[in-house]
């Protein structure tokens, strides 16, 4: 697939990203200040982008899993960031934008490569 190892390293920078400022939110405002709202935001956060980095390590080493663990990613961070970023106002809106759209153009990238695998694989 052509563009995989830019598009895994975006996945993994983006994911490292998304888990510090989760983590930082969590421990931060959430466990030290002992607000509830930074603490269930934080968690969600570092759900949401641990799953993004398994994404990319899987698609970097060129896993079968890749194209499931990048719509895994889909599914959370979407709502995650919707939630944080545009509901709240908690994540900054260059977070929110990535937190977003990554995971959506990860699943597309994942998915188109699976068709043309099965498309060359069945002729």
């Keep these: 697939m052509s563009g995989q190892m830019p598009v895994a390293i975006f996945a993994l920078v983006f994911g490292v990203l ?3 400022g989760g983590a930082q939110e969590m421990v931060y405002l959430g466990f030290l200040q002992s607000e ?3 603490l269930i935001a934080g968690a969600l956060g570092v759900l949401a982008g641990g799953l993004l980095l398994a994404a ?3 698609l970097l080493v060129r896993s079968s899993l890749a194209s499931v663990l990048a719509q895994a990613s ?3 961070g979407v709502p995650v960031f919707i939630l944080t970023g545009v509901v709240t106002h908690r994540a ?3 977070i929110t934008a990535v937190g977003i759209g990554y995971p959506l153009l990860l699943t597309f990238f994942c998915l188109r490569g699976e068709r043309s695998h099965d498309a060359i694989s069945r002729s």
């Design 74 to 76: 889909a599914w959370v």
């Design 36 to 38: 509830r709202y930074p």
């Design 56 to 58: 990319g390590v899987a």
């Design 92 to 94: 900054g809106w260059p």
């Design 18 to 20: 998304e888990f510090a």
